[in-house]
């Protein structure tokens, strides 16, 4: 009985920390801002924009979702968002420095998406400059974002990283 109860406990941890591990509360140091605030960042993903593959990671504070990603976006079209489940999708702010998607008009409801949702549908759009790849969407799962998202305010004694890779 007591085996039992102990495996039991030590599985719920574990899948605890593997639904975590998909969210790490970390400070970032951003160079335009001159401040390190603490984010949530996403595991990355990988995509192809069309002509290469690409990294994209998300990045979350109560301020700003950030989409991160290495090819230059092209905000022509005005489709670019994200969608949590089945909830309307939410248009994005501005496009930052090129390879930056900026939400934060809709923060507060992105954030109570993100804690209720399970998975967030990006649609984005490459290379402004070239031929139109067309749309392109990547999803990120929310699993363990509500987790990771109380411990925010804890990071403080993270690593720093840079805002852009």
């Known amino acids: 009985?007591?085996?039992?109860?102990?495996?039991?406990?030590?599985?719920?941890?574990?899948?605890?920390?593997?639904?975590?591990?998909?969210?790490?509360?970390?400070?970032?140091?951003?160079?335009?801002?001159?401040?390190?605030?603490?984010?949530?960042?996403?595991?990355?993903?990988?995509?192809?924009?069309?002509?290469?593959?690409?990294?994209?990671?998300?990045?979350?504070?109560?301020?700003?979702?950030?989409?991160?990603?290495?090819?230059?976006?092209?905000?022509?079209?005005?489709?670019?968002?994200?969608?949590?489940?089945?909830?309307?999708?939410?248009?994005?702010?501005?496009v930052y420095l090129e390879q930056n998607v900026i939400f934060e008009r809709e923060i507060a409801t992105i954030i109570k998406q993100f804690i209720e949702g399970v998975r967030a549908t990006f649609t984005l759009r490459f290379w402004p400059s070239y031929p139109t790849t067309g749309q392109k969407t990547v999803t990120f799962s929310l699993i363990g974002f509500t987790n990771a998202y109380g411990n925010l305010p804890d990071c403080s004694s993270g690593r720093l990283v840079p805002l852009l890779n």
């Open 1 to 94: 009985m007591r085996t039992t109860l102990i495996t039991s406990i030590l599985t719920a941890l574990l899948l605890s920390n593997m639904a975590s591990a998909s969210w790490t509360a970390k400070r970032v140091f951003n160079p335009i801002k001159d401040e390190s605030p603490c984010v949530l960042e996403s595991t990355t993903k990988t995509i192809n924009d069309g002509y290469q593959e690409t990294e994209i990671v998300l990045r979350v504070d109560d301020k700003t979702l950030q989409v991160v990603t290495r090819s230059n976006i092209d905000p022509s079209k005005s489709d670019i968002s994200v969608q949590v489940d089945k909830k309307e999708p939410i248009k994005m702010d501005k």
